[in-house]
């Protein structure tokens, strides 16, 4: 059986859905990669289309860290991305359970992280 992720022929590797992903340039730049999608519409990427995606633009390494209705991406404080809700066309923001934040020079009262 194994992991989901790692089986080829699961739903999760095969159906189109949005996707979210985090990855390393050669340069070691970090690069995050978002693709709008309905699942029960079939509309998004596989997940090896996205790992092509990825591997187009020159990523080196990546991680898929999301999907579904809750990948959404927001710049400079603005909705960028169309995250739906119940897996339909309607878009609609939603409460998530994690999220990643990237900020260009560190928050000065946040302290160091290791």
């Known amino acids: 059986a194994g992991s989901a992720d790692l089986n080829t022929s699961s739903s999760f590797f095969t159906e189109k859905a949005p996707r979210t992903g ?5 340069d070691g730049r970090l690069i995050l990669a978002q ?5 029960l519409a079939k509309q998004g990427v596989t997940l090896a289309e996205f790992a092509e995606i990825l591997y187009l633009r020159g990523v080196l390494h990546a991680v898929n860290v999301d999907g579904g209705g809750s990948s959404d991406s ?3 404080g603005k909705v960028v991305g ?3 809700c119940s897996d339909t066309p309607l878009i609609c923001e939603r409460g998530v359970a ?9 928050l000065a009262n946040w302290g160091t992280f290791v």
């Open 22 to 26: 985090v990855g390393i340039m050669p």
């Open 35 to 39: 693709v709008d999608g309905i699942e």
């Open 74 to 76: 927001v710049y400079k």
């Open 82 to 84: 169309k995250p739906t």
């Open 98 to 106: 994690s999220l990643t934040c990237i900020y260009p020079q560190p």
